[in-house]
């Protein structure tokens, strides 16, 4: 099983087009040890001929752009992408599939909850269902992409997107179809993607325990960062993401998980982890934890 990168920050990426924080700076500067990143998606295959896509991200067409795996490869008008696996209905989840909208084959997978947010919004109508086919992936039942690989979505701690939200100062985080976790397995080897989580419970415990490789929510280094950098209001909590640091930490959290390669993903722009040169980059590495980046490949 082969997986690609395509984008490893969190939504706005990094730098964020509107920020001008200093570790953006040092990203549009195109500063060595900040590199620059979109937003947070996955490319998988068991084959390395067809490809199927974890979330897509708003910057979807750039990274195409920039993974030659995921080029067309024959006639006038091809693509070796079979489909697309949605991990929730955020826009950074979201928005990219409007780019593949040219009438191109492929399956587009979600829970009944997401593909009805879909449903709901008819800009999404431009993915034509006579060519793109939306299929409905019962929470817990493996379901094939392709010949070689299969995929099983389960629920971790979330909560909706903040465009659904009802106004409310602090929407309920739940374990439910909006926001879901991807186990991809080729038959020997799994590997789960999970952007996007609030807590870690006995349950997901144990679903991870020994896993080969994880990607998981690196969005927040401290959950009062934002508060503390002056950029809103907002915790870490709130906004239905885990902090990598402290004792309710994800570090501390997979300690004893036994999980074989750990890399962190979907990075706010605000996290020191993005950066190469800062002390929490060190500690997180020091625990065992990579930092994902664009075009990071991995072989399993």
């Known amino acids: 099983m082969q997986a690609v990168v395509l984008g490893a920050a969190a939504g706005g990426g990094f730098p964020q087009w509107n920020s001008n924080a200093a570790p953006c700076r040092r990203a549009r500067a195109h500063d060595?040890?900040?590199?620059?990143?979109?937003?947070?998606?996955?490319?998988?295959?068991?084959?390395?001929?067809?490809?199927?896509?974890?979330?897509?991200?708003?910057d979807l067409r750039q990274q195409i752009g920039q993974t030659p795996c995921l080029h067309p490869r024959k006639g006038l008008r091809s693509s070796p992408i079979a489909g697309v696996v949605l991990t929730g209905g955020d826009v950074d989840v979201i928005a990219g599939l409007l780019t593949l909208r040219e009438r191109q084959p492929f399956s587009l997978l979600a829970t009944d909850r997401i593909h009805s947010v879909l449903d709901a919004n008819p800009i999404f109508e431009v993915l034509a269902r006579d060519i793109v086919s939306r299929q409905v992936v019962p929470l817990g039942q493996p379901v094939a992409l392709g010949a070689s690989l299969t995929v099983e979505l389960f629920a971790v701690p979330g909560k909706v997107p903040l465009y659904l939200e009802d106004g409310s100062d602090a929407p309920p985080i739940e374990v439910s179809e909006t926001t879901v976790a991807a186990a991809v397995s080729d038959g020997r080897r799994s590997l789960f993607f999970i952007p996007g989580c609030a807590a870690m419970t006995p349950a997901l415990a144990e679903r991870?325990?020994?896993?080969?490789?994880?990607?998981?929510?690196?969005?927040?280094?401290?959950?009062?960062?934002m508060v503390?950098?002056?950029?809103?209001?907002?915790?870490?909590?709130?906004?239905?993401?885990?902090?990598?640091?402290?004792?309710?930490?994800?570090?501390?959290?997979?300690?004893?998980?036994?999980?074989?390669?750990?890399?962190?993903?979907?990075?706010?722009?605000?996290?020191?982890?993005?950066l190469d040169d800062t002390p929490e980059r060190a500690e997180a590495?020091?625990?065992?934890?990579?930092?994902?980046?664009?075009?990071?490949?991995?072989?399993?």
């Open 32 to 58: 060595p040890v900040a590199k620059s990143r979109t937003q947070a998606s996955l490319a998988v295959s068991g084959d390395g001929e067809r490809w199927f896509l974890l979330n897509a991200s708003p």
């Open 208 to 225: 991870l325990r020994g896993a080969d490789l994880v990607f998981f929510d690196g969005t927040f280094w401290r959950d009062d960062e």
């Open 228 to 274: 503390l950098a002056g950029l809103g209001p907002k915790t870490g909590r709130r906004m239905g993401h885990m902090s990598v640091s402290g004792p309710d930490g994800t570090m501390a959290a997979f300690c004893d998980l036994d999980v074989r390669r750990k890399i962190f993903i979907h990075m706010n722009n605000s996290n020191p982890i993005l």
């Open 285 to 300: 590495e020091a625990a065992g934890w990579e930092v994902a980046y664009d075009g990071m490949e991995i072989v399993l």
